[in-house]
């Protein structure tokens, strides 16, 4: 069984039927992990691994975060290396999030394909006994050896009371939190005593640290050009949003907060390929709106979208970085420490 990929059934299914296919899936899951458990199939690399990953599918803000252990390990005197499957690649066989990835950290080797080992080496990874591998997208992915495994938990979708896939949205059940080394909550007002307690239940201890996600800036598109601009700009601005994102209603609560309109929201699928026909659909409707101030999508979704997007309809693309509440430099020590004897 290969790693559950992210996205739920496209079309209606009865429900008793959604039941017996999430029977089935934990049955081959529960195999699966007492399989790596025993260590069967596990491949080691000759370097340290750290993953970041989650329970179900949707986003947590998996980018951002691997981003920030990227930057921590560098700063550490680490070199890191990011390694992802890559979902729904383009005709180069490129995907929104390495793009992302690669303009966000730039200096960064980045390894994509199904079989994160094969990709890593045909990179020339790793270099020297500074390589630090960061999976994204990783906690399902146990043929991999990991030395530090990261679990994001989003605050305004805990998931402690849905179902396996297809039924819900969880990958694996919540016992499997316990196998992570830390938590990271992410998306959070503050600390919740309440959330915190619940999942210790199911991991053991609280989460290490609690995050929030927040927009740093805003990048408006116009003729071929982006201009930084305050996120005051969006204030009373009449917007449609495209995002092809796992979460898309936590941007709509950020836009809503920064006093931004929100008068089209154009229907997208997580890892959208935006195929030509579908763009053109996406721009006549943004065209048949009257009044429209720009368009708002997201830094992963441009990447697809930049180099095919008409000069005369603006776009918006919010700068986004992971800002912690609380127990950042706990979850550094943390990770530092489980490389410190590898």
Known sequence: MSEPEAGLLPVPVPAPLLRLGAAAYGAVVAGRNR??????GVRRLPCPVISVGNLSVGGTGKTPVVAWVARRLAASGRRPVIALRGYRPDASGTSDEAALHRELLPEVPIAVGADRIAAIRALGEPRDERTV?????????RRLHRDFDLVLVDATRPDLADRLI?????REP???LARADALLVTRADGVDEGLANALARHHGRPPVAWSRHAWSGLSLWHRGVGTPVPLSWLDGRRLATLLGVGHPEAIRRQLAAFGGRDVLAVPARDHDAYGPSRLARILDRCRGEPSLDAVLTTAKDWTKLRSRWPEDLAVAVPDLAIEFIAGEAALESSILAALSGV
């Open 166 to 170: 297809p039924y819900g949205r969880l």
């Open 174 to 176: 919540l016992a499997s």
């Open 133 to 141: 591998v960061v999976l994204d997208d990783g906690f399902q992915h």
């Open 35 to 40: 399989r790596f458990d025993r260590g069967v």
